[in-house]
């Protein structure tokens, strides 16, 4: 969480960063990326390995989530980190063997009922957001 505070008035809430999971991607891919880096080059054994499990976990994780369904992975236009981070964790859901699709946030659609559907009008029955809740009127 991101607070401000000018000291003569309460502490004031500007993002809470636990619905914003952007160092995801960092730390699972760009990892692995600088592993396989190091390994070639020898700046570390070729043996070594990464210091997490974050992607296989997530993998196992969307197996264990499968459904026939197609699981939407959403954020919004213009945000290049954001989307980086959703279109990796769908690709960690194909490799699960999901079915899945990307939308942004400003493309979802209002049916009949109030249920979410895609710019083809199907019912999204499941979906990963990052939708960052910030107060940039601080």
Same mark, same amino acid.
């Given at each position: ?10 502490v004031?809430l ?10 995801l ?11 396989e880096?190091?390994r070639?080059?020898g700046v570390i054994?070729r043996?070594a390995? @990464?210091?997490? !499990?974050?992607q296989?976990?997530?993998? &196992? +994780? /969307? ?8 699981f ?14 959703v279109?990796?964790? @769908?690709?960690? !859901?194909?490799?699960?063997?999901q079915? &899945? +699709? /990307? ?8 049916g ?12 999204i029955?499941r979906?990963?957001?990052?939708y ?5 009127d601080a």
């Amino acid at each position: 969480m991101d607070f401000a505070w000018c000291g003569n008035a309460p502490v004031k809430l500007l993002e809470y960063n636990a619905d914003t999971p952007t160092s995801l991607y960092e730390s699972a891919y760009f990892q692995w990326l600088w592993l396989e880096d190091a390994r070639r080059s020898g700046v570390i054994p070729r043996d070594a390995d @990464q210091y997490n !499990a974050i992607q296989e976990r997530l993998i &196992s +994780r /969307f197996s264990e989530l499968y459904s026939r369904e197609p699981f939407y992975f959403c954020c919004c236009q213009d945000t290049d980190e954001d989307r980086s981070t959703v279109l990796y964790l @769908q690709d960690c !859901a194909e490799q699960a063997g999901q079915e &899945s +699709r /990307f939308i942004y946030i400003e493309e979802l659609g209002l049916g009949v009922g109030g249920v979410l559907t895609d710019l083809d009008d199907n019912v999204i029955q499941r979906a990963f957001k990052l939708y960052p809740l910030e107060w940039n009127d601080a």
